[in-house]
């Protein structure tokens, strides 16, 4: 039985416009911009320094330049991994197009902002919740070949897998998805939703599970 993720509260038609507008300034985000997304806390094996090298390839090798990227989560207490993050940053000079956000109270409201979501974890996710609750917002998911990740995603229809710890696939596909047309997004964020809805919805797995304790016990 999968785990489930709340599908109701993870919905983009309940999304307030005025929340959505006033992040948008808080974040300081480009209008007309494409936005990638990566939620995650800052730790090593969830992959951040993988996108941030992608990003920087994404530049020097695909000459994309009209995006921008969200890196978002806490540090929790990760000071070093930090620094490490900001100086690669740095070193790159991408200052313009990543931006670090400590926390979201409301990750619906997040995830509404994004054109793609990036889950680049380097060891396996149990469960993945990023890939199924970017699916379940409508949002195309790019995410590492491993773990959860692989049995959530249909590779192609509701987004797309790559090499994990490969900074230059992950550009390649990140490259991919930004040259889709605003149609074949939305196609990717549809098939995903339901694909939540089908098999990770949180009253699917509860009505699942209870169905087999009640085998068990008329046994």
Not at 159 to 179: C, M, Q, S
Not at 180 to 209: H, P, W, Y
Request: aromatic residues 8%; positive net charge.
């Amino acid at each position: 039985i999968f785990r489930g993720i709340n599908t109701d509260y993870y919905n983009q038609k309940n999304i307030s416009i005025l929340k959505q507008e006033k992040i948008k300034k808080e974040w300081e985000l480009l209008a007309n911009t494409f936005t990638i997304l990566m939620p995650g806390r800052l730790t090593s094996w969830k992959g951040q320094e993988i996108l941030i090298e992608a990003i920087n390839i994404l530049i020097e090798d695909y000459n994309k330049s009209n995006f921008q990227t969200i890196i978002l989560g806490p540090d929790q207490g990760r000071k070093v991994y930090k620094k490490k993050l900001l100086n690669l940053v740095q070193r790159y000079r991408l200052g313009q197009k990543i931006k670090f956000i400590d926390y979201c109270k409301e990750m619906p409201l997040a995830y509404s902002l994004a054109d793609v979501v990036v889950s680049a974890s380097i060891e396996p996710e149990a469960f993945g919740r990023v890939s199924v609750e970017a699916q379940a917002m409508g949002k195309p998911i790019v995410a590492s070949n491993l773990g959860g990740s692989k049995e959530t995603i249909l590779k192609g229809k509701t987004g797309f897998l790559y090499k994990h710890n490969d900074p230059r696939e992950l550009a390649k596909t990140l490259n991919i998805v930004i040259e889709l047309d605003q149609d074949s997004l939305n196609s990717i964020g549809n098939e995903g939703r339901k694909n939540v809805i089908k098999k990770f919805d949180i009253e699917a797995m509860c009505d699942s599970t209870l169905r087999e304790y009640k085998k068990l016990l008329k046994n």
